[in-house]
């Protein structure tokens, strides 16, 4: 069965230095999503992406935060200069394309990136 | 917004007893979903059910939405130890994104 992968599991960064999340989508979606879980609180949406931009995005994903879909099968997120808080998992997900929009089906979440801020 | 909340927080049963959580939103919806977390690992999806529809089944899983009391029940029925995890309702809507809730802790004692 087809799935979302995230790499690395874990990552580990010194505060102000830059991160870079990747994530391969299931292979015929075409709306990828970052949240974050800071530990022991919910999950929280960080953007969506769909056609090569950002589709929505949420107070949490400001200017240090950036994502790219650089070739045909990855997605990443970065975080330019990040910060103690920034320490949480991270996961990406994907949907299938819907006439009726991104957040009418289901989204599949990979297995997350749980990041460390030293 | 619209904010899944799920209840009780937590819920520890035996195994093979019924455990039932309970989410509720505020506003108006296309689906909702659940979804399943072990601790410290990713979110598997569950099961997800529309706004015209009342109840559906998958597997030991029975999901109720009652869109006039903005809720939704998950019902996991003769549990199992493997079923502890934690819980999280998310509501969807077009043109936004999903919000999911704090999650229901549920414990299956052997």
């Known amino acids: 069965e087809p799935e979302v992968t995230q790499t690395p599991s874990h990552q580990v960064t010194q505060m102000g230095q830059e991160v870079i999340l990747r994530c391969v989508p299931i292979s015929n979606h075409l709306y990828f999503y970052w949240y974050r879980q800071i530990l022991g609180q919910k999950v929280e949406f960080l953007v969506s992406?769909?056609?090569?931009?950002?589709?929505?995005k949420s107070e949490i994903f400001d200017d240090q935060f950036s994502v790219e879909r650089p070739d045909g099968s990855n997605f990443t997120l970065k975080i330019r200069s990040t910060k103690l808080e920034d320490s949480a998992m991270y996961f990406c997900a994907s949907s299938d394309p819907s006439l009726a929009g991104p957040s009418t089906d289901t989204q599949y979440f990979g297995p997350g990136t749980r990041l460390t801020v030293l | 917004s619209q904010q899944g909340e799920e209840d009780p927080q937590a819920l520890s049963i035996q195994e093979g007893e019924n455990a039932t959580m309970n989410c509720s939103y505020k506003t108006s919806i296309n689906n909702l979903q659940w979804y399943r977390q072990n601790s410290g690992r990713g979110l598997v999806h569950l099961i997800l059910?529309?706004?015209?529809?009342r109840e559906k089944h998958s597997g030991r899983l029975r999901v109720t939405l009652d869109t006039s009391k903005k809720s939704s029940s998950l019902l996991i029925t003769a549990s199992r130890a493997a079923d502890t995890a934690s819980y999280f309702c998310a509501t969807g809507n077009y043109g936004q994104n999903f919000v999911f809730g704090p999650g229901t802790r549920l414990s299956v004692l052997p």
């Open positions: 059910i529309r706004s015209n529809e």
């Open positions: 992406f769909y056609n090569n931009e950002i589709s929505e």
